[in-house]
């Protein structure tokens, strides 16, 4: 990509008049477009945000303007930071700041306003500093040699033991999914491909890989600090409604992402969806295990292979889990999201009816009748949990 086209569609897209208070921070950014974007967003966020903690405090809506505004500063920030990272103008957002948009992310609105979460942070917004930095090259000791670290198990599946371990040198955990000895090629391939295309998916909502390793069939990846599963069981009782929406609005982001680059995920359950906490009772959805995720052209599933993933329709048994589709896939996202506004297992005996209408769609037996799209879904969620309560 043409780096400097890009700088300058963007600045030319977010040109403002008048003088910006936010110019000075960053007079010594090197490129012109870089420099003028910076003081944009740096400007806009900081509007956007503490308009967001003053209707947080009178009404907890977010009108619907600001909504989208917003919405369009991350996804510049998003594409920016995607573009440039591998380059000389790679940059980075303060952390703060970075976690706080992962979190709007999650529950802004295109249309209607956004209703705020009762668990959004406090945030202090920086006026007389920099929120952007240029990234730096740095050469890191040892990065040749071999360092030894403990491992500890922490899960295993068919194809995989997965461990966890601390890095000294960043000073944080690490997870390592090694492959089984005794996979056959297929097996290997699949497993090889769980990792191709995690590395190929850049989502907030999706768990980060790092590297591969062809010697020992292992790749590296983020820590995440629990399940959906052990996060809904700790905390069921005192969860708010709106707390389960951000949670289940990031689920739905986070798919609807995987399914725009052509995949279907095939293993939904409580426990492939984790959690990653930060300070302030901020949390961050991380869709993991892609070990069964179905892409076009693949053969890598056979007619009658076992039928995996919890949360799945039973009756893919008699049609073939290669005949699994968009409306199986919303079915287990269906069982998904229930359990995450209710904290339920069991869904017989639904007593709201609007809450019943929603997963009888989602479940019916009639593939034709089943959600089509996680945009469809998701209305129909709004209908059934709104946020006034249910």
């Not at 977010?14 to 974007?37: A, D, F, M």
């Not at 709007?104 to 929120?131: H, T």
């Not at 240029?134 to 997965?162: H, Q, R």
């Not at 009748?369 to 949990?385: I, L, N």
């Amino acid at each position: 990509m043409d780096i400097d086209y890009f700088l300058r569609t963007k600045y030319e897209e977010n040109q403002v008049e008048g003088v910006l208070r936010t110019e000075e921070l960053y007079k010594n950014i090197s490129n012109t477009y870089l420099k003028h974007l910076f003081a944009v967003m740096h400007q806009s966020i900081n509007g956007l945000l503490s308009f967001m903690q003053s209707k947080k405090n009178s009404n907890g809506h977010y009108n619907a303007t600001e909504s989208r505004e917003l919405l369009r500063m991350i996804k510049l920030y998003e594409d920016m930071e995607y573009v440039l990272k591998s380059t000389p103008l790679a940059f980075k957002l303060e952390e703060k700041y970075d976690n706080m948009l992962k979190f709007c992310n999650g529950f802004l609105q295109e249309s209607g306003g956004s209703e705020i979460p009762d668990d959004l942070p406090k945030f202090n917004i920086i006026e007389y500093d920099p929120i952007f930095y240029m990234s730096e090259i740095i050469t890191v000791p040892s990065i040749n040699n071999d360092n030894n670290f403990e491992l500890k198990m922490i899960g295993e599946g068919s194809y995989a033991k997965v461990f966890r371990y601390r890095d000294e040198f960043y000073n944080k955990y690490f997870v390592l999914k090694r492959a089984k000895n005794d996979l056959n090629d297929k097996e290997l391939e699949r497993f090889k491909r769980e990792f191709d295309v995690m590395n190929e998916l850049k989502s907030p909502y999706v768990l980060e890989v790092h590297r591969y390793d062809e010697e020992k069939n292992e790749y590296y990846m983020e820590y995440a600090d629990e399940t959906l599963k052990k996060f809904i069981e700790r905390n069921n009782s005192t969860l708010t409604i709106k707390r389960r929406r951000g949670i289940a609005m990031q689920i739905f982001k986070g798919f609807s992402y995987i399914h725009s680059k052509g995949y279907l995920h095939r293993d939904i359950s409580f426990t492939n969806v984790l959690l990653q906490h930060y300070e302030n009772d901020l949390t961050i959805v991380k869709i993991s295990d892609f070990g069964l995720v179905k892409m076009k052209q693949s053969d890598l599933t056979s007619f009658g292979s076992e039928i995996k993933g919890s949360l799945n329709d039973s009756n893919l048994q008699i049609v073939g889990f290669g005949n699994y589709n968009m409306e199986y896939e919303t079915f287990a996202l269906t069982r998904l999201i229930y359990y995450v506004m209710t904290g339920r297992y069991n869904l017989e005996n639904i007593k709201n009816q609007k809450v019943k209408d929603f997963v009888l769609k989602g479940i019916s037996s009639n593939l034709d009748e089943r959600y089509h799209s996680v945009a469809e879904m998701q209305q129909a969620f709004e209908v059934a949990f709104p946020i006034s309560g249910y």
